[in-house]
């Protein structure tokens, strides 16, 4: 059975789907650094993903095209950690969360007319300031 990574109620993608690449991390770690490939980098083929519909796809695009090469890649990469292991899994993680946030929708704001006392409020508010400000003017009451 092939494992999937849940990103919301009705997208799952398949791991074959993705591609890993590991390469030696920087940082402190001594001689481990040197030897070990812990940095894992997570790729994503975003246009031939057959798990993504067009308009998730188009979505993806747009919202994360600072992330995504010229060839329609997404990339995550991790060095976290000294375990591959880890890293891997927290790359799994991150892909889940930025997809998941690429893909919500944003509600469509409904305005509203402001209530009658709010407006009434205002509009006496502004009688009473236009009144402070004629008692100012030199003889008072001018008109």
């Known amino acids: 059975m092939e494992h999937k990574i849940k990103i919301h109620n ?9 591609r890993f690449r590991f390469a030696r991390s920087g940082g402190p770690g001594g001689q ?3 030897k070990a490939a812990t940095k894992v980098e997570l790729l994503f083929d975003i246009r031939n993903s057959q798990s993504l519909s067009d308009s998730q ?7 994360l095209k600072n ?5 329609g890649i997404l990339s995550v990469e991790v060095q ?6 880890k ?3 927290i790359a799994i993680a991150r892909f889940r969360e930025i997809l998941a946030e690429a893909l919500k929708t944003r509600r ?6 402001p209530p009658v006392k709010a407006r009434e409020k205002r509009l006496q508010e502004k ?11 030199k003889n008072g009451m001018d008109d």
């Open 80 to 85: 976290d950690t000294r375990s591959q292991v």
């Open 67 to 71: 992330r995504i090469s010229s060839e």
């Open 57 to 63: 796809r188009e979505r993806i695009e747009r919202k």
């Open 108 to 113: 469509k704001r409904v305005s509203t007319s």
């Open 87 to 89: 890293n891997r899994e």
């Open 32 to 34: 481990h650094v040197n």
């Open 127 to 137: 009688k009473k300031r236009s009144e402070v400000k004629k008692l100012r003017r």
């Open 10 to 18: 009705r997208l799952s993608i398949p791991e074959h789907e993705l």
